[in-house]
């Protein structure tokens, strides 16, 4: 096969420069930024830094907060990832067996997805308002005082409902044109093979939207740990206190309301390392594994 | 091993679409019946009722003596074949062979025995372990055979498994699947849109056209009395030639140019009537009727001659020891060569 080349190089490096511009100034630099002014105490007026090498690494492991905001964290993305998955999946598998109507059951599922986080949150703290809120007059009546932003528990469900909310119709898009590119012929296949609609689902069906399931995955936790930020903020109604939240909202607490940049700095750098992790996890493991043609 | 019965079956979609109508046959016990028509027959969705994929609007289909038409797919006890396979990707060569199996409680030593029977049948013994993707296209076919005859089905399926294959390929297949019906015995229903493959495979032939049965018979019956002028024009390679022609009071058919072929018109023809000619039926050189010759088609085994007759194309097949030059020639036709059509039913009179 004959290769189309480039007679100079410097043709595809200007052609290249403007995204890799983008990338060092709004990714590597701040980055690399975060990287140095973790290693050092910041004064709270900006006066000036001294340096402390790994202090601020060792202080967030000594503290009981951080590690119990961390814990929230994963238990936060695990059920927001699981019920929105679940949800998608669900809502998709029904939507793909709709004949009449189809579209309009699409479009209608698909419309939470053009609302942004923050306006996510807002829905959120009418729909669990203290005194009318529908949902916490529903919770009411099974004797559940929810409390919005009082309650840890209250406001830590409210929460993961409204972020499950939110993230179910990305999904459920995936999910559907993952469904849709299964070839009719090989569910019909499956049909004269197996009786049961559950088998034919957990053998046939699921396994070919495996490579959909798992990219999912990733975007969904990658989602709960940092995109829901504008979701939390609004629910706290800008008023921390007890309130349950993400490392991510720990980091702007403490960076920009608590004034500590280093240690706001040693908590993004651990949040970088963790999304390095998982992309690295993503294309090592799952990648290589789950695709079939 | 059943036959299949279907009694006044018609297949209506929402939108009114009416792709089967109404039609009745039975296919006794152990033969091959292949379904052939233009896309859009009717031929595809009728063999999908049978499988049970496809809801039927009206009648009742027999697998057997009993009814099926509520019946499961998975319980009517047939195996289909898939025009792309419809291989599952994510199993083994062994695994879509004998899935259908594990779902029915069979014991697991059965099932293997059953696979390596079968993939011994079908040279695909050393491919077991391997995924869909790694088989080349006449492999994925024969597992979708395999997968077919393992669950030794009462009915065999088929919606033109063949039309993914190269030529060459697709003639193997031809008689593999033919001679492994044969051997097995199993009543099976194919669908094609290739009159090759319909008249070199089938016990009997099943014409179809616009949702309607034009005819059924064995392939010598359906090519040598074609009943339709479609059946005519669509069975047969190059098809049957058909002129326009009027029936005098001695029954004596004239062509449009005034013509007079031999032959006599049979009792009850109307006036002006169809008359069809195989291009194989006529002889070149011979006999009185004038026929001028513009092309000549060079096929190896046997030339094609076209030209006009009566008004109408007309061509003529001869063998490849014959000769013709391009310019006027004179034809001869065989004896009980015409086939007269009545023009207004389209029907053989």
Redesign the interface.
Known sequence: MKRAGFTTVWLPVALLLPQLMIIAIFFYWPAGWALQSSFYLQDPFGFGSTFVGVDNYTDLTNNGEYMRIAWFTVVYSALVTFFSLSIALLLAVKADNVIRGAKSYRTLLMWVYAIAPPVAGFLGILFFDQRNGPLTVFFQTFGWDFKLGVNYNSTATAMVMVAVWKQIPVNFIFFLSGLQSI?R??R?????????AT?RFW??TF??L?PTAFFLLIINITYALFDTFGIIDALMKGEPGNNPMTLVYKVYLDGFRGNDLGGSSAQSVILMVLVLLLTVFQFRLIERRIH?? | MAQVTLEQLRKVYPNGNEAVQTCSFQIPDGEFVVLVGPSGCGKSTLLRMIAGLEEISDGSLYIGDAVVNDVDPADRNIAMVFQNYALYPHMTVERNMGYGLRNRGIPKADIDAKVREAASMLNLTEYLDRRPSQLSGGQRQRVAMGRAIVRQPELFLFDEPLSNLDAKLRNQMRIEIKALQRRLGTTAVYVTHDQVEAMTMADRIIVLNEGRIEQIGTPSDVYNHPESTFVASFIGAPPMNLMPATVGADQAITLSDGTVLAGRAPEGAPGSVLVGVRPEDVLIGAGDIPFTIDIIEELGALRLLHGQLGGAPFSVSIGKDEQAQAGPSTIGLKPDALHIFDPQTQRRV
């Open positions: 070839p012929a090989v019909e296949a499956a049909m004269i093979d197996n009786r049961s088998g053998q046939v396994p070919l495996a079939y043609t």
